[in-house]
């Protein structure tokens, strides 16, 4: 699950990234009111590559909306 809030514009869609900014994985089941976006993903099928550069924890999460198209909030993944 993925909680963002206080967007300042309609939110556009999500990504995971690598490092190197290549999407590794589109971020689906978003829905926006009033500002605030949640992300529910189920039954994802990610390759052991994926996975891989998952684990290197330089992989972030990026959020675009109209006035931010290459992306208002970025987060960094970490793996607990």
Known sequence: VID???????FIDAHIHDED??????ITG???????????????????DIITELLTEK???????EDYPDGEAQATLTIF
């Open 59 to 65: 992989s972030y999460v990026n959020i675009h909306t």
């Open 21 to 26: 900014g290549n999407v590794l994985i589109s």
């Open 4 to 10: 963002i809030y206080d967007l300042t514009s309609s």
């Open 30 to 48: 978003c829905e926006e009111e009033d500002g605030h976006v949640t992300c529910v993903m189920e039954d994802v099928s990610v390759s052991d």
